[in-house]
């Protein structure tokens, strides 16, 4: 990944805490969901599928709090430091900007097979 402006981390940062507002709404829907499906349910495998998947959305909701408070703080740290050297960051914030993103992405793609996961459990359901 290419830096060319410190404007652009700050962007990023917004983007990624955007998107994982997102998720954590639709997981949160999704935990709901759940309740009204558990109440038709009495096959002891679709009782486990369906424990087992709230528990994944409330692992991952902690997950999507955790990594957007990660990017707000590195997102503060960003804008200090913009003020501090006047355009310049140093190489760890870039470093670090680089390992929250790779942190992004393997949380999306984790939230993207929970959400398949959940969508073909509640057809069935």
Known sequence: MVITEVSQLSQECNAWREALRSYRNEFGRFKQELLKIAGRQTLKEDLLQLEHLDN??????????????????????????????????????????????????????????????????????
């Open 56 to 125: 994944q959305l409330h692992i991952q909701l902690i997950n999507i709090h955790d990594l957007k408070q990660s990017i707000k703080l590195h997102d503060r740290k960003i804008q200090l430091a913009l003020q501090q050297n006047k355009e310049k960051l140093s190489d760890e914030s870039i470093v670090d900007h680089e390992n929250i993103f790779a942190g992004y992405q393997s949380l999306e793609q984790q939230l993207r097979a929970i959400k398949e996961e959940f969508e073909y459990f509640s057809s069935r359901a």
